[in-house]
């Protein structure tokens, strides 16, 4: 194999680049990969999947995990949110993900050489924990969560330069992607690649009525779901039980997925000129949820500013403003979600050429 091999531009329309705002870095990258090999401008049709989750720990109460600055507790976006994201790439443009597995290190390096030198884009799994220069690095609790796509193998220096969502361009050793290849053969799984489709010729489909009403239709019932760790219940449960391990702890800590809320619902706007070109409400209601969007996003990054700084400076005297930033974000979601059901409940019950599923 050669020492050096570079991505080959030749297949591509442009330059892979990735965005720092997606709602999870699988999707990230599956963005900047289509874009890069179809020329696609983006994929905003697909960021649609409104709903929260709590993962509390099932035999313990909350508290740290052993780097004594996270919580053992994950409130993100709802695992249905990423399915969806994956189901209409393929409904609106005509993309989908094949995976390949390896059982064998050596044998995976030879499949991102050829990749690259035939200009293949190829997503792979990663550790937080292993990307040098973030600083976690080394803290390899936090599992194989994390993407990564290549753009040069450098054996000689033994090497991968990549891309991927914390800090765009960035180079890791191979010893460390071998460390994350192993982790996964020993959880008795192949080490998976993921690769980017297009069907031959396939135009980019408009949203209609029928599938904002499918979209509005889930998303509703996952925020309303009866589950206390689903939807709207998650959230203020979530709250609720981490302010208060906060002030058992006496101090703050990072919770796991949370970064993800602001992000998503800058995903959700980018639903909305769709919306208003398929006349899915009035352009009133569509401007009053994408103001309530916008004032949601604004806490969120809030609460993530807070929460870091005072993480970092260990400091407690800050746990009152976040006290004050959950309950205001808590009132805010719940107008977003009346918003939602709102133009659900104005939209017709039918119209003529609505597919089967919604039937």
Same mark, same amino acid.
């Given at each position: 194999?050669?020492?050096?091999? &570079?991505?080959?531009?030749?297949?591509?329309?442009?330059?892979?680049?990735?965005?720092?705002?997606?709602?999870?870095?699988?999707?990230?990258?599956?963005?900047?990969?289509?874009?890069?090999?179809?020329?696609?401008?983006?994929?905003?049709?697909?960021?649609?999947? @409104?709903?929260?989750?709590?993962?509390?720990?099932?035999?313990?109460?909350?508290?740290?995990?052993?780097?004594?600055?996270?919580?053992?507790?994950?409130?993100?976006?709802?695992?249905?949110?990423?399915?969806?994201?994956?189901?209409?790439?393929?409904?609106?443009?005509?993309?989908?993900?094949? &995976?390949?597995?390896?059982?064998?290190?050596?044998?995976?390096?030879?499949?991102?050489?050829?990749?690259?030198?035939?200009?293949?884009?190829?997503?792979?799994?990663?550790?937080?924990?292993?990307?040098?220069?973030?600083?976690? @690095?080394?803290?390899?609790?936090?599992?194989?969560?994390?993407?990564?796509?290549?753009?040069?193998?450098?054996?000689?220096?033994?090497?991968?330069?990549?891309?991927?969502?914390?800090?765009?361009?960035?180079?890791?050793?191979?010893?460390?992607?071998?460390?994350?290849?192993?982790?996964?053969?020993?959880?008795?799984?192949?080490?998976?690649?993921?690769?980017?489709?297009?069907? &031959?010729?396939?135009?980019?489909?408009?949203?209609?009525?029928?599938?904002?009403?499918?979209?509005?239709?889930?998303?509703?019932?996952?925020?309303?779901?009866?589950?206390?760790?689903?939807?709207?219940?998650?959230?203020?449960?979530?709250?609720?039980?981490?302010?208060?391990?906060?002030?058992?702890?006496?101090?703050?800590?990072?919770?796991?997925?949370?970064?993800?809320?602001?992000?998503?619902?800058?995903?959700?706007?980018?639903?909305?000129?769709?919306?208003?070109?398929?006349?899915?409400?009035?352009?009133?209601?569509?401007?009053?949820?994408?103001?309530?969007?916008?004032?949601?996003?604004?806490?969120?990054?809030?609460?993530?500013?807070?929460?870091?700084?005072?993480?970092?400076?260990?400091?407690?005297?800050?746990?009152?403003?976040?006290?004050?930033?959950?309950?205001?974000?808590?009132?805010?979601?719940?107008?977003?979600?009346?918003?939602?059901?709102?133009?659900?409940?104005?939209?017709?019950?039918?119209?003529?050429?609505?597919?089967?599923?919604?039937?």
């Amino acid at each position: 194999m050669e020492t050096v091999i &570079q991505l080959n531009p030749g297949r591509l329309r442009y330059p892979p680049t990735v965005r720092h705002d997606a709602p999870d870095c699988f999707t990230a990258l599956v963005e900047a990969s289509v874009r890069s090999q179809f020329g696609l401008t983006g994929i905003p049709k697909a960021w649609f999947g @409104y709903s929260f989750v709590y993962r509390p720990p099932p035999r313990s109460r909350l508290g740290l995990l052993s780097d004594g600055r996270t919580l053992n507790a994950e409130l993100g976006r709802s695992d249905y949110g990423e399915r969806r994201v994956l189901e209409k790439l393929g409904l609106y443009y005509g993309v989908a993900i094949s &995976q390949r597995t390896f059982r064998s290190f050596d044998s995976l390096l030879v499949e991102v050489g050829r990749a690259l030198k035939a200009g293949e884009l190829v997503i792979s799994p990663f550790g937080v924990g292993f990307l040098k220069g973030w600083y976690e @690095y080394g803290e390899h609790q936090f599992g194989m969560t994390h993407v990564i796509l290549p753009t040069e193998l450098n054996l000689s220096r033994a090497t991968l330069t990549v891309l991927e969502t914390i800090l765009g361009s960035s180079e890791i050793d191979l010893q460390d992607y071998e460390r994350c290849f192993e982790r996964i053969r020993r959880e008795g799984r192949d080490f998976p690649l993921w690769y980017c489709r297009r069907e &031959q010729g396939h135009e980019e489909r408009p949203v209609c009525i029928s599938d904002a009403r499918w979209d509005l239709r889930e998303c509703v019932e996952h925020l309303r779901s009866a589950d206390p760790n689903q939807g709207l219940n998650a959230l203020s449960r979530a709250i609720g039980e981490i302010s208060e391990a906060f002030e058992r702890l006496k101090r703050p800590a990072k919770i796991p997925g949370l970064w993800t809320f602001g992000p998503d619902r800058c995903a959700l706007r980018e639903n909305l000129p769709h919306w208003r070109a398929a006349c899915v409400a009035s352009d009133a209601r569509i401007a009053e949820l994408d103001e309530l969007l916008g004032s949601a996003i604004a806490v969120w990054s809030g609460i993530n500013a807070v929460l870091h700084t005072a993480v970092q400076e260990q400091d407690a005297s800050q746990l009152s403003e976040l006290k004050c930033l959950w309950q205001d974000i808590v009132c805010r979601e719940e107008r977003i979600a009346e918003a939602m059901e709102t133009i659900y409940r104005d939209l017709p019950a039918r119209v003529e050429g609505d597919d089967v599923r919604d039937v």
